[in-house]
């Protein structure tokens, strides 16, 4: 019940964390980031406001003076950001406007009822009352689904074109439940129904997206749609977008949109959940890959597995083929804020894999990698726990251009604020966005 009561504390942290006033140089950052420009810019909930660090020029600006909320996501051009329930400023500052009016809060934190389109500045959301809708800055709202429909997540397709659309009517509506995938075809309306739950099951599914080349979507089954249970890892299926059957790749994996990657040649590195919603009990990372060989390609290090727990995978740049990832010891979180965690280099073939720096002072926990294009760099948050949240501060590891020498840790760059922690899983994902626009 105590860890239950943090977690759902969270939002109440967000309004008591220290905000920068105005714009400035971060008294942090240190002078040697000149060549980290390809780290772009990382926008954070700091308090109530929405602060924006350029990491190369240590430069932070104040974007949202109040009212911020998380998740917090960038669109594709760079020009504009998206906040709590679909509010939208622009990146050179302004007051925050609603384009598609009241959306749904979403699933989970990190999975707003909201998305940007893969290209441009273009938003679709789900309405409050299970409508989707689709406009943006500088574009009227137009009309997808009606309300009532049963909305409950969004994806985009690669190309733009189709947007897919998760419904459920339980509890909502009389039977038929209407437990499903629809596609919609953005240039002419058409609506194609891609996957029902068959009758008696309870299992509404929620999108986690498509995979790089289109040809599938990810999705969760949200099993006897209890709260609870999804607490504790749910199915994780594949469904081909051409249609069907879905596949199976993971049975048991956690709802955190920081333990599912997209990796170079169509290659998903994700979570395996080994302890319910603890992640700190030998949860391990593991590759599969769309088509006949789903689930499993390239099983996680064994030697590892035994003794730590692998989360939050990151896909470097194309030319690298690795993946960056917290790893910490396989133990109980008790008390809570002893994670202790690591950054670690692996590749996808198994062996090799490696801490990238010696571990973080006691009391503190490196979370969330995040890849410069360059494959020079790599971002994380170096946490640590104050008793009722955690709070972060942004490292670099500067890699060099071909790992064959130690990596140097630079920093602290800037203080981005605090997250709460809900059984060994901090909530970055959800207060940081980063663009290299």
């Known amino acids: 019940m105590r860890r239950a009561a943090l977690g759902a504390a969270v939002m109440a942290l967000y309004a008591g964390a220290a905000a920068p006033a105005g714009a400035g140089r971060s008294a942090a950052c240190p002078a040697v980031l000149a060549s980290a420009h390809d780290l772009g810019r990382l926008a954070f909930v700091a308090g109530t406001r929405i602060a924006v660090l350029d990491v190369s020029s240590c430069r932070v600006q104040t974007l949202v003076a109040k009212g911020a909320e998380p998740p917090l996501r960038w669109s594709a051009d760079g020009r504009y950001l998206a906040f709590g329930p679909g509010s939208v400023v622009s990146a050179r500052g302004g007051a925050p406007a609603r384009p598609l009016g009241a959306l749904a809060l979403g699933w989970r934190s990190g999975s707003p009822g ?5 290209h441009g500045h273009r938003l679709a959301g789900v309405t409050a009352r299970g409508g989707v809708v689709i406009g943006g800055p500088g574009a009227p709202a137009r009309r997808l689904l009606p309300d009532g429909w049963g909305a409950t997540s969004i994806a985009w397709s690669p190309n733009g074109r189709t947007l897919a659309v998760s419904r459920s009517l339980y509890l909502k509506a009389p039977p038929p439940d209407h ?8 240039r002419n309306g058409a609506g194609r129904l891609l996957f029902r739950l068959p009758k008696p099951q309870l299992a509404p599914p929620w999108l986690s997206g498509f995979s790089p080349d289109g040809r599938f979507i990810l999705a969760w089954e ?13 199915p994780l299926i594949a469904l081909p977008a051409s249609g069907g059957k879905a596949v199976d790749v993971g049975k048991g994996t956690l709802v955190y949109g920081d333990f599912l990657a997209w990796c170079t040649g169509n290659l998903l590195a994700y979570v395996l959940d080994n302890g319910g919603r603890e992640v700190t009990l030998g949860d391990r990372i593991d590759f599969a890959g769309p088509g006949p060989r789903w ?21 470097s740049p194309p030319n690298l083929s690795m993946v960056a990832a917290a790893v910490g010891r396989a133990a109980p979180d008790e008390p809570v804020g002893h994670e202790h965690r690591t950054i670690w280099l692996l590749a996808y073939t198994g062996g090799s894999w490696r801490p990238l720096e010696a571990a973080p002072p006691a009391g503190s926990s490196d979370e969330l990698p995040h890849w410069s294009r360059d494959g020079r760099w790599l971002a994380f948050v170096r946490t640590t726990w104050t008793g009722s949240a955690g709070t972060g501060r942004l490292y670099l590891l500067d890699l060099g251009a071909r790992f064959n020498s130690r990596p140097r840790l630079v920093g602290p760059v800037a203080d981005v604020g605090r997250s709460g922690n809900y059984y060994g899983h901090y909530d970055w994902a959800a207060q940081l966005a980063w663009s290299d626009r």
Request: with cysteine; net charge negative.
């Open 114 to 118: 909201w998305a940007w389109s893969p």
């Open 179 to 186: 437990q499903e995938i629809w596609l919609l075809d953005l």
């Open 222 to 234: 949200d099993i006897q749609n209890s709260a609870s249970l999804a607490a504790d890892g749910l």
């Open 295 to 315: 689930p499993v390609v390239t099983p996680a290090d064994p030697g590892a597995r035994a003794r730590l727990s692998f989360i939050s995978p990151a896909c």
